[in-house]
């Protein structure tokens, strides 16, 4: 036995001190005594391994006593006798140098029941030999019982005594015995699809044995799994779509039954037999996926299909034809157009579509396009129509499309009295003509679609450093209406980008029609509109490189005119704005040109249009605003900026003739007046109401009368060239300015006196002798009166009379006395501080008097005032006042004021 290992070696290794014996059954423990154990009689003090106990919390190493057995001081804890904890034995008939093993994790001593298992011996050799030697004696006896079990055991379980050739065992009802099945009988019990090798081999099964179907011999585009349903039991909506299904896409009838393609999802365009080479004419294929299918029907083209039409495809109302990824973008065929489905289209066929059709991540191309073309060369290859918008639908959308080599891209069909509902978003193309919508109604949609020569490859439209250019317009609506909209397009290098004819309520946003900065071909135009045209809106909308950057060429009246707001050009070679008939408002728009040729122009006008114009800029060309003889242009804060020849031609100006009532137009601010005929009324207040008009006036002495709608006195007279600005409040007109602030009277006639009375006098004829004043009002008022009498003394005093209540008045005076209008006389001097009649001159024989006079009245309650004289004695001979006299008066604050202005 080897020599025993230390104590701290046996803690660290988990090995106890070796046993002498170990037991082979349970012993009483408790009664102890020198036992014999595995046929080895004990001594006191031997270490025994106490393996076998029925109670198996009395196993351990234990000492022999002649008494009771006690565990072994070194194996009396959880710890010295854990899960891996070993110990050898040393002698015994059976256990001699076998080591055994404690199997029992964390045990409670006393309590758990301790596992020991033999773990190894010191003789394996021969402990394998004598398991053969045993084995090979007992192999024949064992098979021998083996069999005849197995024989028994066949037998009651009720497995039949002979076997069938190709069956399966299957367990019957009463659970009393097993039957032979067939494949099939066991393929029906288990519910497992049918390999059929095509749909006809499908049709020849038998549905009431066969649950489902699975066909794997026609590729890998029809192939797939098939269920049968009692044809009686379909609606009638799917019988008649498995009746029009002639081409087996989705249907199999096969007698009283039919069988259908088990999909979820779109229906695949092979289903039906689209072969998709591009070389294949599909378009029965495509025809027959949407025959007979209800409204709203999907069909998708799988990765790789590109579908040849060699005639014209006609979907039918609702359907959808799909592609599997958008189809937008791109400007090489090698690679972009290499992974989207794409379907050719013979030119002289087309893809037409009808109510709620939907087409959706298809490239349509012209069959027999090739890239790389010149524009000379695109006459010959841009043919046919790519997409037809069959009469009177509605709900139609089509997006995320290319439409490369027709003439036409996508349009509706040719005298078209109705398309509603039309929505074509993410459309890029390359067509003589993109997209044309005839008759677009309700709320027809068309955004951030972009017409640009993508047929030629590279980053720009050249092809060996020419042009390419399209002939045509990248979009065109004929007879829109009902708030169609434009939104976010864009054209590259077309004749026209955007045409628009007959139209009624359109809107393009942010929309742009760019074109070959270097040299802008004669004739294009970014934006065009022509005919009529009503509420017709272009929002932020640019153009650059262009012959004519927007050009309006309609009917429309000035009353409704199309409207530009936010909207740019540059670099357009002749105009910016051009319009050549008609009405057109421009707000906020700017034009820039640089290197402008002679008679380039910002804005064009004709001679027949209107046009409107605010806070607009002109930047560097030779003319900015070139109005036609007759052209009605209006422009209100427009900069021009490195103009060469002329700002304005031919600048505008409305005009009115004079007459008791005038009428201005509601539109212009600014008119010119000719004759002198007194104007006392003017027209249309409501319509200026919070706004103003001015009148320059070409003659002289053109008054402005009271007692109409114009808020002032009697009458005004204004001058040749003069200017005068009227406030409308919807009713009246108030003219501003410090003129209309004044009164003035005077004499064109000597007014008669009487020259015997000694009561006031007014000083002026009855027709102008009182001049009104308003309440709580500060005047300032100055006088010159010639007063001519006879030789009798008098003196002559100076008042106010009338019905207004004055609160103060104040004055200086200066009068003279002489013996005639030409002869001298001394300055008496008075300042009075009332309206009350006050002696200016001394007692006098003079027969002439000159009074001059500058003062102030403070006026409480309106009224009227009239500037009066008193003799003193009635001077006999001829009273009369001058020609020469006059009489002022100005408002100038509230009657209280002390200080008007700027005063510190």
């Excluded at 996926?289 to 069909?299: D, E």
């Excluded at 728009?589 to 114009?613: E, F, H, I, K």
């Amino acid at each position: 036995m080897a020599r025993p290992a230390t104590a701290a070696v046996r803690l660290l290794t988990g090995e106890r001190e070796p046993c002498r014996l170990a037991t082979t059954a349970n012993i009483d423990v408790d009664a102890g005594g020198l036992l014999t154990i595995d046929g080895v009689q004990t001594v006191e003090g031997d270490r025994v391994l106490v393996k076998d106990q029925t109670d198996g919390s009395e196993n351990g190493i234990r000492t022999v006593s002649a008494g009771q057995w006690y565990r072994a001081a070194d194996a009396r804890t959880a710890r010295t006798m854990q899960k891996g904890t070993t110990v050898h034995v040393a002698e015994g008939s059976t256990n001699a140098g076998k080591t055994y093993v404690f199997n029992t994790l964390n045990p409670v001593i006393g309590d758990t029941a301790l596992a020991i298992v033999f773990y190894q011996s010191d003789d394996g050799i021969g402990i394998i030999n004598a398991a053969i030697a045993a084995g090979l004696s007992s192999v024949g006896s064992a098979i021998t019982a083996g069999l005849a079990l197995i024989t028994a055991a066949v037998s009651a379980a009720g497995f039949p005594a002979s076997p069938v050739a190709n069956t399966f065992l299957q367990r019957n009802a009463g659970n009393t015995a097993y039957a032979a099945k067939t494949t099939t009988e066991v393929r029906n019990a288990l519910a497992a699809a049918v390999y059929a090798s095509d749909r006809t081999a499908v049709k020849a099964l038998d549905p009431t044995k066969d649950r489902a179907a699975t066909t794997y011999g026609e590729g890998l585009g029809r192939n797939g799994q098939w269920l049968p349903y009692l044809t009686s039991s379909l609606s009638a909506s799917v019988q008649a779509e498995a009746t029009a299904d002639t081409a087996e896409g989705k249907y199999l009838t096969s007698g009283s039954y039919t069988w259908i393609r088990l999909h979820s999802g779109p229906r695949n365009a092979s289903w039906y037999g689209v072969v998709g080479d591009g070389t294949t004419d599909d378009t029965a294929a495509l025809t027959a996926a949407f025959a007979g299918s209800a409204v709203g029907c999907v069909v998708m083209l799988p990765p790789g299909c590109n579908p040849l039409v060699d005639t014209t495809f006609t979907m039918p109302d609702g359907a959808t034809l799909i592609g599997s990824q958008p189809a937008i973008g791109g400007f090489t065929p090698s690679t972009t157009y290499a992974t989207i489905n794409r379907i050719y289209v013979n030119s002289a066929a087309t893809i037409s579509i009808g109510s709620n059709c939907t087409l959706k991540n298809l490239g349509i191309f012209r069959k027999g396009l090739t890239f790389n073309i010149t524009s000379a060369q695109v006459a010959a290859q841009f043919l046919g129509t790519g997409v037809t918008i069959r009469n009177s639908v509605a709900d139609v959308l089509i997006e995320d499309c290319l439409v490369l080599g027709f003439n036409q891209g996508i349009r509706s069909i040719s005298g078209a009295t109705s398309c509603s509902r039309i929505t074509i978003n993410r459309v890029h193309g390359d067509c003589q003509n993109g997209i044309f919508l005839e008759a677009s109604t309700d709320i027809t949609r068309i955004s951030e679609c972009h017409f640009w020569p993508f047929v030629t490859i590279g980053s720009v439209p050249e092809t060996n450093g020419a042009q390419n250019d399209r002939t045509g317009a990248a979009f065109s609506l004929k007879a829109p209406h009902d708030w169609t909209q434009v939104r976010g397009c864009f054209s590259f290098a077309y004749a026209t980008g955007y045409l628009v004819t007959d139209a009624d309520q359109v809107v393009f946003l942010n929309c742009g029609a760019d074109g070959h900065a270097a040299t802008p071909l004669a004739g294009t135009i970014g934006f065009r509109l022509v005919n009529s045209a009503a509420d017709i809106k272009y929002i932020g909308c640019q153009t650059a490189a262009q012959d004519i950057g927007f050009q309006s060429d309609t009917t429309s009246a000035a009353t409704a005119p199309a409207t530009y707001t936010a909207c740019n050009t540059w670099e357009c070679a002749t105009y910016g704005f051009n319009v050549t008939s008609g009405a057109a408002s421009f707000s906020n728009c700017q034009t820039r040109r640089t290197g402008a040729a002679a008679s380039s122009a910002g804005w064009n006008v004709a001679a027949t249009a209107v046009v409107d114009m605010d806070q607009c800029s002109i930047y560097g060309y030779d003319i900015g605003i070139n109005n036609a003889v007759g052209a009605v242009t209006r422009h209100r804060g427009t900069i021009f900026s490195g103009i060469l020849t002329g700002n304005i031609i031919n600048p505008y100006m409305a005009t009115l003739a004079s007459a008791s009532a005038v009428t201005p137009n509601a539109v212009d601010t600014v008119f010119s007046v000719s004759g002198t005929t007194g104007i006392q009324t003017i027209n249309n207040a409501r319509s200026y109401a919070g706004r103003s008009i001015t009148l320059i006036f070409a003659n002289n002495n053109t008054r402005l009368l009271g007692g109409g709608n114009i808020a002032i006195g009697t009458s005004y007279y204004c001058g040749k060239n003069e200017a005068v600005t009227l406030v409308s409040d919807g009713v009246n007109w108030f003219p501003q300015g410090d003129k209309f602030k004044k009164t003035w009277v005077g004499t064109s006639a000597p007014n008669a006196l009487s020259n015997s009375s000694t009561s006031a006098q007014n000083i002026f004829p009855s027709t102008q002798d009182e001049i009104n004043v308003e309440a709580a009002t500060l005047y300032r008022f100055r006088t010159k009166i010639g007063i001519n009498t006879g030789a009798t003394s008098h003196t002559t005093s100076f008042g106010i009379g009338g019905t207004a209540t004055i609160t103060s008045m104040a004055y200086t005076a200066m009068a003279t006395s002489t013996a005639g209008s030409t002869t001298l006389g001394t300055p008496q001097m008075a300042s009075p501080k009332t309206a009350s009649a006050t002696a200016l001159t001394a007692a006098s024989t003079a027969i002439r008097t000159d009074i001059f006079i500058e003062g102030e009245i403070r006026v409480n309650a309106a009224g009227n005032i009239a500037p009066q004289i008193t003799f003193s004695a009635g001077p006999t001979g001829t009273c009369e006042i001058d020609t020469d006299s006059w009489f002022e008066i100005e408002k100038v604050a509230g009657n209280a004021s002390v200080a008007v202005g700027d005063y510190a």
